[in-house]
């Protein structure tokens, strides 16, 4: 590069960052014209459906997806802390496969959305819950995932002070010059700071080369974690009382606790079953994220007993519980061999970290603010926003050592995530047959308005119905010494994402049997990859008139045009 050109970047830049600092205007994206929006409506590239290009997930994406997401720390310690609560091993080991069987169904239902028409969660919804009524679920699905977001950003810090006390074992003395009111010391800052450093420039890979990164996970993962679980036993002669410790509990008691660990542990993955299509919209085939389905359990089942194995092992070893690898890797750093292996074990336990942060609440924050603001916002604004808002602003490390009620607060949230889950299945599968009109989705005046309000009232009222009942116990579970509600109450919470899947289901189902919106009830599918065509207007054998098909032909090249359009302006 040339001085004159080096110059005249160098003055963009300058007059690019001056404008970003004293003009909010400066800020919206360049308006792009959609393959298949409406031209009234604002849109960017990255709500359309994936051009074919960038359909770039086979089976083995989708395989190496659920290993980043399910070989993690809160995997591998969700399991042995079931036992914690009077059950045995074998109960722990039992509801984390049918919890990972009631995650792995509604996923692949409703990433079949994704994979056969290419659009994201915040679109799809549109079909099921009305084009405005949709926004619902999109703020409720990207609060979660904002606020757990930083919450994992702040586990993932716990990694780096390993490492670093790997490294420099006078870390682990760091003087802490921060007030007790900060809610985290001047070690924990800092190791969480280089990590959110390590997790930022990974969060810009887009999201259909992401697959790379699972793999390079699942090469590096693997090994490791087969080596703590086989070191651990070895040293533990094979034997932990802990792991053969048969029940406290029995009756009744015993069977609401089995209820209440399975929605537990399966409302850790449920936003996971209802945005699905953000990454099934990539897959390369219609079947390819059928994989999904023996994969989450078996993922999900070896990493809890390999939690269950090394919690009972640490027990006879050192004489405590471990629950965390983390804990356990803490215990070699007393060695140079033993930091070594503290170092290794803690940088690939990073790697998940970051991983499953990306793929559960990165991407995801990201394609619904993408939705609920396509003038400011992209995919990649979205995730440097999340970033920021989420790893800094929210304060995690507050919330994790102080704020135990807002914690049992957002798990609990998880209730809401269900009767959607159960909404988009009945919706695609049961009610309209899987035959959606693409375009339509993109159109605040299309068939999916569902009237006056853009809502449609079918799952207005049953998303009511199912949450209210459930409203008094999240209130008990947040503040239990102030609210007092009947055991009936409590009890239909112990297995609310059960409950919130199954009645949505039925109920959203019954309503559109009975009073059905004819409107929304097309003879064949309408995909968003080809020249738009509205279905309504389409012939039910040929699935367009002869005059449509020479309009068709006439409007390829500009189709064609503003795709590339589209890309260019985004680039």
């Given at each position: 590069?040339?001085?004159?050109a080096?110059?005249?970047?160098?003055?963009?830049?300058?007059?690019?960052?001056?404008?970003?600092?004293?003009?909010?205007?400066?800020?919206?994206?360049?308006?792009?014209?959609?393959?298949?929006?409406?031209?009234?409506?604002?849109?960017?590239?990255?709500?359309?459906?994936?051009?074919?290009?960038?359909?770039?997930?086979?089976?083995?994406?989708?395989?190496?997806?659920?290993?980043?997401?399910?070989?993690?720390?809160?995997?591998?310690?969700?399991?042995?802390?079931?036992?914690?609560?009077?059950?045995?091993?074998?109960?722990?080991?039992?509801?984390?496969?049918?919890?990972?069987?009631?995650?792995?169904?509604?996923?692949?239902?409703?990433g079949?959305?994704?994979?056969?028409?290419?659009?994201?969660?915040?679109?799809?919804?549109?079909?099921?819950?009305?084009?405005?009524?949709?926004?619902?679920?999109?703020?409720?699905?990207?609060?979660?995932?904002?606020?757990?977001?930083?919450?994992?950003?702040?586990?993932?810090?716990?990694?780096?002070?390993a490492?670093?006390?790997?490294?420099?074992?006078?870390y682990?003395?760091?003087?802490?010059?921060?007030?007790?009111?900060?809610?985290?010391?001047?070690?924990?800052?800092?190791?969480?700071?280089?990590?959110?450093?390590?997790?930022?420039?990974?969060?810009?890979?887009?999201?259909?080369?992401?697959?790379?990164?699972f793999?390079?996970?699942?090469?590096?993962?693997?090994?490791?974690?087969?080596?703590?679980?086989?070191?651990?036993?070895?040293?533990?002669?094979?034997?932990?009382?802990?792991?053969?410790?048969?029940?406290?509990?029995?009756?009744?008691?015993?069977?609401?606790?089995?209820?209440?660990?399975?929605?537990?542990?399966?409302?850790?993955?449920?936003?996971?079953?209802?945005?699905?299509?953000?990454?099934s919209?990539?897959?390369?085939?219609?079947?390819?994220?059928?994989?999904?389905?023996?994969?989450?359990?078996?993922?999900?089942?070896?990493?809890?007993?390999?939690?269950?194995?090394?919690?009972?092992?640490?027990?006879?070893?050192?004489?405590?519980?471990?629950?965390?690898?983390?804990?356990?890797?803490?215990?070699?750093?007393?060695?140079?061999?033993?930091?070594?292996?503290?170092?290794?074990?803690?940088?690939?336990?990073?790697?998940?970290?970051?991983?499953?942060?990306?793929?559960?609440?990165?991407?995801?924050?990201?394609?619904?603010?993408?939705?609920?603001?396509?003038?400011?916002?992209?995919?990649?604004?979205?995730?440097?926003?999340?970033?920021?808002?989420?790893?800094?602003?929210?304060?995690?490390?507050?919330?994790?050592?102080?704020?135990?009620?807002?914690?049992?607060?957002?798990s609990?949230?998880?209730?809401?995530?269900?009767?959607?889950?159960?909404?988009?299945?009945?919706?695609?599968?049961?009610?309209?047959?899987?035959?959606?009109?693409?375009?339509?989705?993109?159109?605040?005046?299309?068939?999916?308005?569902?009237?006056?309000?853009?809502v449609?009232?079918?799952?207005?009222?049953?998303?009511?119905?199912?949450?209210i009942?459930?409203?008094?116990?999240?209130?008990?579970?947040?503040?239990?010494?102030?609210?007092?509600?009947?055991?009936?109450?409590?009890?239909?919470?112990?297995?609310?994402?059960?409950?919130?899947?199954?009645v949505?289901?039925?109920?959203?189902?019954?309503?559109?049997?009975?009073?059905?919106?004819?409107?929304?009830?097309?003879?064949?599918?309408?995909?968003?990859?080809?020249?738009?065509?509205?279905?309504?207007?389409?012939?039910?054998?040929?699935?367009?008139?002869?005059?449509?098909?020479?309009?068709?032909?006439?409007?390829?090249?500009?189709l064609?045009?503003?795709?590339?359009?589209?890309?260019?302006?985004?680039?």
């Amino acid at each position: 590069m040339d001085s004159f050109a080096f110059r005249q970047r160098g003055h963009a830049i300058k007059e690019k960052t001056r404008a970003r600092l004293t003009d909010r205007h400066s800020w919206k994206l360049p308006k792009q014209t959609s393959s298949i929006a409406p031209p009234h409506v604002w849109t960017n590239a990255d709500q359309d459906p994936v051009p074919e290009d960038k359909r770039t997930w086979t089976k083995s994406a989708f395989i190496g997806y659920w290993y980043s997401d399910l070989v993690t720390i809160s995997t591998w310690t969700a399991a042995s802390a079931i036992m914690t609560t009077g059950l045995t091993a074998t109960d722990a080991v039992l509801i984390v496969l049918v919890a990972a069987i009631c995650n792995a169904i509604p996923t692949v239902l409703n990433g079949a959305i994704g994979a056969d028409l290419h659009i994201p969660f915040p679109i799809a919804c549109r079909a099921s819950y009305g084009y405005w009524f949709s926004y619902f679920c999109v703020v409720t699905r990207g609060v979660l995932a904002l606020f757990w977001f930083g919450v994992q950003s702040a586990n993932g810090g716990t990694c780096v002070t390993a490492i670093l006390t790997a490294i420099w074992p006078s870390y682990a003395h760091l003087p802490n010059t921060l007030p007790k009111s900060a809610g985290t010391t001047s070690q924990g800052l800092l190791s969480y700071f280089i990590y959110w450093c390590i997790q930022f420039p990974l969060l810009m890979i887009p999201s259909h080369r992401l697959q790379y990164l699972f793999w390079v996970k699942t090469i590096l993962v693997t090994p490791m974690a087969l080596a703590m679980v086989i070191w651990i036993t070895v040293e533990a002669g094979g034997q932990g009382d802990f792991f053969y410790a048969p029940a406290t509990v029995s009756g009744s008691t015993r069977a609401w606790l089995w209820l209440s660990n399975l929605t537990s542990v399966t409302g850790g993955y449920s936003t996971l079953a209802v945005n699905i299509p953000d990454f099934s919209r990539f897959s390369k085939s219609r079947g390819a994220q059928l994989w999904q389905l023996p994969f989450i359990p078996i993922f999900k089942t070896i990493v809890g007993v390999f939690g269950i194995i090394s919690a009972s092992a640490s027990k006879k070893v050192y004489g405590t519980v471990y629950w965390s690898p983390l804990e356990i890797i803490n215990r070699w750093q007393g060695s140079p061999g033993g930091r070594a292996a503290a170092f290794f074990a803690a940088s690939i336990w990073l790697l998940a970290q970051v991983s499953v942060n990306i793929s559960a609440n990165g991407i995801s924050f990201a394609n619904d603010i993408t939705t609920v603001a396509p003038r400011w916002f992209n995919i990649r604004r979205g995730v440097v926003l999340v970033s920021f808002v989420g790893g800094w602003a929210l304060c995690p490390w507050i919330i994790i050592s102080s704020a135990a009620a807002f914690l049992n607060f957002m798990s609990a949230y998880a209730i809401f995530m269900a009767p959607i889950a159960g909404i988009l299945v009945c919706d695609y599968w049961m009610v309209k047959n899987r035959k959606y009109d693409v375009p339509a989705l993109y159109d605040p005046d299309g068939i999916y308005r569902y009237g006056r309000w853009g809502v449609n009232w079918r799952a207005l009222i049953t998303t009511a119905v199912v949450i209210i009942p459930l409203l008094p116990a999240l209130a008990k579970k947040v503040t239990p010494q102030n609210v007092d509600i009947s055991q009936g109450l409590v009890n239909l919470f112990t297995f609310n994402w059960l409950y919130g899947f199954f009645v949505a289901l039925f109920m959203y189902y019954g309503l559109n049997y009975f009073f059905p919106d004819r409107t929304t009830l097309i003879p064949n599918v309408v995909p968003g990859d080809a020249p738009v065509l509205r279905a309504v207007d389409a012939d039910v054998e040929s699935r367009t008139t002869e005059d449509e098909k020479r309009e068709d032909v006439r409007a390829e090249p500009r189709l064609v045009s503003s795709r590339e359009e589209g890309i260019a302006a985004m680039a």
